[in-house]
């Protein structure tokens, strides 16, 4: 099989930058609004491993069927290190990172540098226990990122069952059909498309 064209390769970056960032504010969520050195590390969400199926929507995305779905094979250690990556991703460019957490419901409260703007992140999780999860995000940019002022995304994830035959924890496959390992990619060992 020939390797995609270069053109194809940074659409890939581009896709998984975006998913890193969408990681980071799902983890984020979870994340106390508190400074690093006070207090001990904090939980991470416990989700059931498997094979999840992720759908992002937003306004600022043409509606397509399925053209947000990803799937993801996951395991607790991995589900760990998705956490930590994205708790450490935002810790590193908010400035503003407030949390709540109220049985079921978790809502965090962002303001973040990204792309020389202002990026002001308001978001609402529904948990379902370990097998799913429903994220809306109101985001408003100043001054507007690529030509957007505000948008509004929502993520929703659940568990279809154990991983296919063959699956490693953290193979993933974007809606475009993209199979990588999110594993290698967050641990520097590229993670190249398959």
């Not at 998913?19 to 059931?48: G, I, K, T, W």
Request: glycine share 10%; charged share 20%; with cysteine.
């Amino acid at each position: 099989m020939r390797p995609p064209a270069a053109p194809v390769l940074r659409c890939i970056a581009r896709a998984v930058r975006a998913r890193a960032l969408a990681l980071a504010v799902f983890a984020s969520l979870l994340v106390p609004a508190v400074p690093a050195a006070a207090a001990p590390a904090p939980e991470f969400p416990q989700l059931a491993p498997g094979l999840w199926e992720m759908d992002r929507t937003s306004d600022s995305m043409p509606p397509q069927p399925d053209a947000g779905r990803t799937t993801l094979c996951l395991d607790r250690s991995l589900s760990k290190q998705m956490f930590e990556m994205g708790a450490g991703a935002m810790s590193g460019m908010c400035s503003r990172h407030e949390f709540h957490l109220s049985g079921n419901r978790a809502s965090g409260d962002f303001v973040c540098e990204m792309g020389g703007s202002r990026m002001h992140s308001k978001s609402t999780m529904v948990i379902d226990g370990d097998r799913a999860y429903r994220t809306t995000i109101h985001t408003t940019w100043d001054p507007p990122l690529m030509g957007r002022a505000a948008t509004d995304t929502v993520l929703t994830a659940r568990r279809l069952g154990p991983c296919l035959p063959g699956q490693q924890p953290g193979d993933m496959t974007t809606a475009q059909g993209h199979k990588f390992n999110i594993r290698d990619a967050l641990q520097g060992r590229g993670g190249a498309p398959r």
